[in-house]
Nanobody, 119 residues
Framework: QVQLVESGGGLVQPGGSLRLSCAAS????????MGWYRQAPGKQRELVAS???????IHADSVKGRFTISRDNASNTVYLQMNNLKPEDTAVYLC?????????????WGQGTQVTVSS
């Protein structure tokens, strides 16, 4: 089992910044990659960014140059630095951990944190 605790959401004006944090605990050894997804009302959940256990990253085209995913292995925490936020970034942001073993794989999710970009 992996537990994920998110923090850092809130209300910010367009052009502002926020940093989301996701602390993982439990079976850390099984995590292959972690990421942030978001879901806006009436829209499908979409990948924002992910980072592998080796540190390689992927960012969605819509956030490239504005958002950066990073990790602190010592604290088992993944961060999403969000700069130059736009109203279309408004969504619930969810932390994901993809765990796998020899013949199994499981996705774990955090509870979600609301990000609202509005003037």
């Amino acid at each position: 089992q992996v537990q994920l605790v998110e923090s850092g959401g809130g209300l910010v004006q367009p052009g502002g910044s926020l940093r989301l944090s996701c602390a993982a605990s439990g079976s850390i050894w099984s995590i292959k990659h972690m990421g942030w997804y978001r879901q806006a009302p009436g829209k499908q959940r979409e990948l924002v960014a992910s980072i592998s256990s080796a540190g390689s990253t992927i960012h969605a085209d819509s956030v490239k140059g504005r958002f950066t995913i990073s990790r602190d292995n010592a604290s088992n925490t993944v961060y999403l630095q969000m700069n130059n936020l736009k109203p279309e970034d408004t969504a619930v942001y969810l932390c994901n951990a993809h765990s796998a073993g020899r013949q199994w794989e499981i996705d774990y999710w955090g509870q979600g944190t609301q990000v609202t970009v509005s003037s």
